[in-house]
């Protein structure tokens, strides 16, 4: 329940909006209340057939509660779905504020489906928490104390019938349909998530499906998870509909017990009979609050699981302090320093980096080379702040990368990664993100040179760069690194699905634009490494050897032997 209590201090951020809507609902309910006991009071009265002008009052309230009724109830719908929205709107920038500095490592963790199922459709179905679960006891119990008062002005022992009723169908009846709903909620909540997660595959694997005649298997496992969720939500339902349905059932129960009490009350002359309609139908009318209580079990559950769900994205914030003391980020290169960093990922049982220990010099550049698996794209995934939780020391000049925000130490970093993201938007807006105020002639310029002048800037990309070829989304991703123009580059694997010739064309331009900065270039190609002022060899999360590429061959050690077997491999 920890996560509902968040959840409400996060709600009444919004305290105005709720205390209105709570009011009104208040009054709408009352009115309701007001309009019936006054009605039948009327009714009762006029069977005496008292003098007209005895009744003028009572007609007159009859008229007021009427109004009241439509104008409130009109008033406190529009309030209360207001305070929704506005509840809605303060969740989405809460959890987004919380999980955006996660995303990398959220994605290591969770299926893209699943976070995109917990991100939005999880969110919105928090919007039950304040109009299904929060707001109607609260309107209820104040509407059943103002009733009950009323009544007890009339008779004790009736207004002990109506509370009698309020904790049979506001609190026990919900009650028991708690454990009820328990075990559909939690099926019903399986089936959503996992039909989100196969569309969401389904989608963006299309093409790979339907090369491997697979398409047809993963629409069959869509349509019987779609089969499934339907039946769940049948269940879901027709168990919301009995609840409602025994709790109006249990309100025309105690509505006739009243009954049976008055008339006994007015026949032994307790109660004077006139009064009898009145309180009735107050009794009847009053449980109008009480009913959807009923409901509210199913909709508190599924408002924890999807606050759980939400809040576990949260927990992978790691316990790092971290103390944003350096406000002054260096804009010119300065020397990296890893000092015994140890790193695992979430989940791994093994280390990705052990103990390692090097430096970059201030505008020195240097491959890190090794297997797949060794530990290289981590040394980025640190200096990047994808990952915070580490041991040992990495330090940018004089200040502790701990101690530098997340958006200042990616300001300072130039980066190609293996896998690099392109927005559904035109080749100009794929290429801003890197320069906004870069003039169409700076775009063109830098297009050319990577060998994609076919490509226009109003050429419109698909979703992740699709529309093109993967060797293009990597020119792409160099020249949107090469206009941002930072002092650091990091480049993993940069030439990825680039054949010799565009390698080398890419690379002949890319070379002098370095100059004058620190690069880390990680790869698995051993060509070209003679540029680099330094080469570190990654075998099993370590660093087995260190120095130039004419010191590293001319001690056949481990990179020797890679750059063999590479030989032997293009022979």
Do not use: C
């Amino acid at each position: 329940m920890k996560e509902l209590f968040t959840l409400t201090k996060v709600m009444l951020s919004e305290k105005k909006a709720i205390l209105l809507a709570i009011l009104l609902g208040f009054l709408a309910a009352i009115s309701s209340v007001g309009l019936l006991g006054t009605g039948g009071y009327l009714i009762s009265q006029s069977a005496l057939h008292p003098p007209l002008y005895t009744l003028t009052l009572t007609i007159l309230f009859v008229r007021f509660f009427g109004l009241s009724r439509a104008a409130s109830r009109y008033a406190e719908r529009y309030f209360s779905h207001k305070a929704t929205f506005s509840i809605l709107g303060k969740l989405r920038v809460y959890f987004y504020d919380k999980i955006e500095p996660l995303a990398p490592a959220l994605f290591s963790s969770y299926r893209s489906g699943d976070l995109l199922s917990r991100v939005v459709a999880d969110v919105e179905r928090l919007q039950y928490f304040f109009l299904r679960v929060f707001y109607p006891p609260l309107v209820m119990i104040v509407v059943f104390i103002t009733t009950g008062i009323v009544i007890y002005t009339f008779s004790i022992f009736m207004a002990f019938v109506l509370l009698f009723g309020l904790v049979i169908v506001g609190f026990v009846i919900p009650f028991i349909f708690t454990y009820l709903t328990e075990n559909i909620g939690y099926h019903l909540r399986q089936k959503r998530s996992l039909i989100s997660v196969q569309i969401t595959e389904f989608l963006f694997g299309f093409t790979d499906l339907r090369t491997n005649r697979r398409l047809k298997d993963k629409q069959s496992d869509i349509a019987r998870t779609s089969k499934e969720l339907i039946e769940e939500q049948e269940k879901d339902g027709m168990l919301a509909a009995k609840g409602e349905s025994i709790s109006l059932s249990a309100a025309f129960v105690i509505a006739w017990v009243m009954l049976v009490v008055g008339v006994t009350f007015v026949e032994s002359g307790v109660l004077n009979g006139v009064f009898l309609a009145m309180l009735v139908l107050m009794t009847l009318t009053v449980f109008e609050v009480a009913t959807p209580m009923a409901v509210i079990p199913g909709h508190l559950e599924e408002s924890r699981v999807a606050a759980r769900r939400l809040f576990q994205l949260t927990k992978h914030q790691t316990d790092v302090e971290e103390d944003f003391s350096s406000t002054e980020v260096p804009t010119t290169p300065v020397k990296i320093t890893f000092s015994d960093v140890a790193f695992s990922y979430p989940n791994a049982e093994r280390l990705a980096l052990n103990k390692i220990t090097f430096e970059l010099e201030a505008k020195e550049k240097i491959a890190i080379v090794g297997a797949s698996g060794s530990g290289k794209s981590s040394v980025l995934n640190l200096l990047l702040k994808f990952y915070k939780k580490f041991d040992g020391d990495i330090s940018l000049g004089n200040f502790q990368l701990k101690n530098i925000s997340e958006e200042d130490a990616r300001r300072f970093f130039g980066v190609v990664a293996q896998e690099n993201h392109f927005f559904n938007d035109t080749v100009r807006g794929n290429l801003l993100v890197a320069k906004p105020d870069a003039s169409d002639e700076e775009l063109q310029f830098v297009l050319n040179e990577m060998s994609l002048h076919h490509l226009q800037l109003d050429t419109v990309l698909s979703e992740r760069g699709f529309s093109i070829s993967g060797g293009e989304r990597q020119r792409l991703a160099i020249a949107r690194m090469v206009l941002k123009d930072a002092p650091i580059l990091l480049m993993d694997e940069p030439t990825t699905g680039l054949d010799s010739i565009t390698e080398q064309e890419v690379l002949s331009f890319l070379w002098p634009k370095v100059e004058g900065k620190s690069v880390i270039y990680i790869t698995h190609r051993l060509v070209g490494l003679e540029k680099m002022d330094k080469i570190i060899v990654f075998d099993k999360s370590k660093i087995v050897e260190e120095g130039t590429y004419e010191q590293l061959m001319k001690v056949k050690g481990y990179f020797y032997q890679l750059k063999q077997l590479e030989k032997e491999k293009i022979g």
